[in-house]
């Protein structure tokens, strides 16, 4: 649990209080002076004039009252310059489309990112991501493409492989964001494919910028602007996971076990092939495991 313990003056004691006043709750605790469970966090006001948030949030909400998370070398080392960030997710999932995100991150922006707990999205709960994706959005300059099954089947048809199509998006997004005048000293996307490959496809794109590009491994846990679009871009692809279900009136499952086979043949059952085109992969294997299971 995340505990944060502020020394407040009289005047910023009262803008608090006042500030959570909706979520106060009555406390037997002789020395406290008011407490308030939030969304994520509770929120302790004692006599002596410290406040203690807890809970999931508790940085975030402390950094409204002047809380700055320390900064460590981890943090500084490699990132400590205005760059630019891309994640993709939804790739190794047979539902649901794909996901692409490029984030612009200042070294301004790391005390809020770090009061937020950012991290890479695959150490993260969906409820948290879920949660915290709407206030990256609002605050970090990104641009955001999702590519639906409907429409990643169409390009795969045309040409397209799996990695073409995220160099692809990947390019693209980094290119919108440029275009909305971010000017990063560095550019890092989290590799999914060779830089030789990467530049082989990427000759066969119209969009083109002379920004210097790295490809590195495990890109999402070294610097704050990758774990940013990894974030963002897992929320969006659960979302689209939920309304695709919603549309079949189906709940779709995340990943290509067995358990998407089985829904795969549900689908067909129901809906046939142009369904399944509506909402999964279709080059996935899990195409012919489900025609199988149909059988």
């Known amino acids: 649990m995340n505990t944060v313990v502020l020394k407040a003056s009289a005047q910023q004691k009262q803008a608090i209080i006042a500030h959570y006043a909706p979520y106060r709750q009555a406390s037997k605790n002789p020395y406290m002076e008011a407490f308030f469970k939030l969304p994520g966090?509770?929120?302790?006001?004692?006599?002596?004039?410290?406040?203690?948030?807890?809970?999931?949030?508790?940085?975030q909400e402390a950094s409204r009252w002047g809380y700055e998370p320390e900064e460590t070398e981890q943090?500084?080392?490699?990132?400590?310059?205005?760059?630019i960030g891309t994640d993709e997710v939804g790739n190794g999932s047979y539902f649901g489309g794909l996901a692409v995100v490029a984030s612009f991150v200042r070294p301004e922006d790391h005390a809020f990112l770090k009061s937020l707990g950012v991290d890479d999205s695959k150490k993260m709960t969906d409820q948290k991501i879920c949660q915290i994706a709407p206030l990256l959005k609002e605050k970090i300059i990104h641009q955001a493409l999702l590519l639906s099954p409907k429409k990643y089947n169409e390009v795969i048809e045309q040409g397209y492989n799996a990695v073409s199509v995220k160099v692809a998006l990947h390019n693209q997004a980094i290119y919108l964001l440029l275009?909305?005048?971010?000017q990063p000293e560095?550019?890092?996307?989290?590799a999914f494919t060779s830089?030789?490959?990467?530049?082989k496809y990427?000759?066969?794109?119209?969009?083109?910028?002379?920004?210097?590009?790295?490809?590195?491994?495990?890109?999402?846990?070294?610097y704050l602007a990758v774990a940013v679009s990894s974030i963002i871009a897992r929320a969006?692809?659960?979302?689209?996971?939920?309304?695709l279900g919603l549309a079949i009136d189906m709940e779709l499952p995340s990943g290509a076990g067995s358990k998407s086979?089985?829904?795969?043949?549900?689908?067909?059952?129901?809906?046939?092939?142009?369904?399944?085109?509506?909402?999964?992969?279709?080059?996935?294997?899990?195409t012919q495991k489900a025609q199988k299971l149909l059988k």
């Open 41 to 59: 966090a509770s929120l302790s006001i004692y006599t002596s004039g410290k406040v203690l948030f807890q809970g999931e949030m508790a940085e």
């Open 75 to 83: 943090t500084v080392a490699g990132q400590n310059l205005p760059m």
């Open 179 to 182: 275009q909305k005048g971010v």
């Open 186 to 190: 560095k550019i890092v996307i989290d």
């Open 195 to 199: 830089s030789q490959n990467y530049k």
């Open 202 to 222: 990427l000759k066969k794109e119209a969009n083109q910028f002379a920004n210097p590009i790295t490809l590195e491994e495990k890109a999402e846990g070294k």
């Open 236 to 243: 969006m692809f659960l979302e689209n996971l939920v309304q």
């Open 261 to 286: 086979d089985q829904v795969a043949a549900q689908i067909l059952k129901r809906y046939g092939m142009a369904g399944l085109a509506q909402t999964a992969k279709l080059h996935f294997a899990n």
